[in-house]
Nanobody
Framework: QVQLVESGGGLVQPGGSLRLSCATSGSIFSFYAMGWYRQAPGKQRELVATITNGDSTTYLDSVKGRFTISRDNAKNTVYLQMNSLKPEDTCVYYC???????????WGQGTQVTVSS
């Protein structure tokens, strides 16, 4: 059973920053990759960023240069640092993990991020 627990969401003004955290129930090394997805009401879930166990990263074009994904292996935690936030970043953000390149994604429960003045 994979458990992913997100934290760090909230309300922030445009231009502000938030850091999301995702703690795994077991060793982070058991996962080939971890990532963050987001979903706005009425829209499909989209992949925001991923990081592999070799520290390779990918980003959604609209967040490049603003968001940074990282991992702390000692704490079994993945982070998403979000800077220069925009109202269109308002979504529920989900932590995800997969054990292999083609394996299924496991999901956390989600954390709400609202960017508004």
């Amino acid at each position: 059973q994979v458990q992913l627990v997100e934290s760090g969401g909230g309300l922030v003004q445009p231009g502000g920053s938030l850091r999301l955290s995702c703690a795994t129930s077991g060793s982070i090394f058991s996962f080939y990759a971890m990532g963050w997805y987001r979903q706005a009401p009425g829209k499909q879930r989209e992949l925001v960023a991923t990081i592999t166990n070799g520290d390779s990263t990918t980003y959604l074009d609209s967040v490049k240069g603003r968001f940074t994904i990282s991992r702390d292996n000692a704490k079994n935690t993945v982070y998403l640092q979000m800077n220069s936030l925009k109202p269109e970043d308002t979504c529920v953000y989900y932590c995800a993990a997969r054990r292999s390149y083609s394996g299924q994604w496991y999901w956390g429960q989600g954390t709400q991020v609202t960017v508004s003045s």
